[in-house]
């Protein structure tokens, strides 16, 4: 109340004429205050010294430059917003505080027919995962890398046993897929070999370099899955969306860290779902939500998607880091380690209730894809 009649005071006395506005004025009129102005029927009389007296006279007129727009910062690199942009700088940042890898072994078998420049490229990469997460994946895990060409399934089939004879969950599925889609690529992190040394396989396409669309990106890809293990204690902890999708969208940004170029990368992972899953351009908010209720757990053998999983969970990942930064989530993920639940975690690290926080991602995953669709 005491806002509002000020407020009204205010405009009452700045509707009361004054002297000066009454009556015209006109140059030449003596005044008082040397320096003075007065506006009079839209001119500017200035008190002024003439020949030891001070007058009025009128001011020439100053013709404003039409203003200009003002420019949008272009400090997004073509990015969809400052959220976006937050989450990219976050992971970047953190990458860079990271010391250089120092010694690491790796015990690297290649299939009779594959490419040693393709191996040692995807390794590279994948060691650039390695340094992000190596506060929790110390630096003395060696690494065991099986690289098979597809004309070496077999090959491949045999040495997954001989170094890791307990795992053929899902390993079936993956001797499929590798059979009826040849130019698809395919990589794994499987957990530990039977010497405890990080195990982790890679079956490129028949056509994949090491410059094909989507294939750097994959070695960081794997070591976050493999880190997840390590920080939550058991992946199956946290929800289907976010397993995929963190290391979806970690893994991209690792191996694209320069700002520069990484919008095309992101819009290109996201425009790709017009190929391995049409139907996500079609969803609105109600049933976009629905999408990520029925994929909190894993399908059957352990599986999580591929309906979508990996990039509409990476662009959920994506406002989680650019909202609460690395370390929050990572904090989200060390609380399931302590069994907690993880809608109970999430919504602690970010400050939102559950539901609210949902609706916010899901608002922010249809605006990626408009952004995507440009």
């Known amino acids: ?20 506005a009454i009556s015209a004025l006109k140059s030449g009129n003596a005044c008082k205050v040397l320096g003075s102005s007065t506006v009079s029927q839209g001119k500017v009389y200035k008190c002024v010294l003439v020949k030891g007296k001070k007058v009025l006279q ?12 003002t420019p949008v910062k272009d400090n997004l690199f073509g990015l969809s917003s400052d959220l976006a942009l937050n989450a990219f700088l976050e992971i970047t940042k953190y990458l860079n505080k990271q010391p250089e890898l120092t010694a690491g072994e790796v015990i690297l078998e290649l299939s009779p027919n594959s490419s040693t420049k393709l191996a040692e490229a995807t390794l590279k990469d994948m060691e ?34 001989r170094i890791q004879p307990g795992n053929q969950e899902w390993l079936p599925r993956i001797y499929n897929l590798a059979e009826t889609s040849p130019k698809n690529q395919y990589a794994g992190s499987n957990g530990f070999d039977s010497d405890g040394n990080a195990l ?3 079956l ?80 609105e908010e109600s049933t976009l939500r629905q999408w990520f209720s029925e994929h909190e757990l894993n399908t059957s053998n352990n599986v999580c998607g591929p309906d979508g999983v990996f990039t509409i969970g990476g662009l959920a990942t994506e406002y989680l880091v650019g909202t609460v930064g690395v370390e929050g989530v990572t904090r989200f993920q060390l609380k399931l380690k302590t069994d907690e639940n993880w809608k109970a ?30």
């Open 200 to 202: 982790f396989f890679y």
């Open 345 to 374: 975690a999430i919504s602690d690290v970010t400050g939102k209730p559950f539901e609210r926080l949902m609706a916010d991602i899901v608002k922010f995953v249809l605006m990626q894809r408009t952004w995507a669709s440009k």
């Open 58 to 69: 009128v001011q020439p007129v100053v013709k404003k430059a039409p203003s200009l727009p």
């Open 204 to 283: 490129p396409g028949v056509e994949t370099t090491p410059t094909s669309g989507g294939w750097l990106g994959v070695g960081p890809h794997e070591w976050t899955h493999f880190a997840q293990g390590v920080v939550t204690g058991d992946v199956t902890r946290g929800p289907c969306w976010f397993k995929e999708g963190q290391a979806t969208y970690y893994g991209n940004v690792i191996s694209n860290d320069s700002q520069v170029g990484w919008a095309k990368v992101w819009k290109n992972q996201i425009q790709s779902l017009k190929t391995d899953f049409p139907t996500f351009f079609q969803m």
């Open 128 to 161: 650039k995962g390695f340094r992000f997460w190596q506060s929790y994946t110390p630096r003395t895990t060696k690494i065991h890398m099986v690289f098979a060409d597809r004309q070496d399934l077999e090959w491949f089939k045999a040495t997954m046993v």
């Open 1 to 20: 109340m005491i806002r509002r009649v000020g407020f009204l005071l205010l405009v009452s006395v700045l509707l009361i004429p004054t002297p000066s």
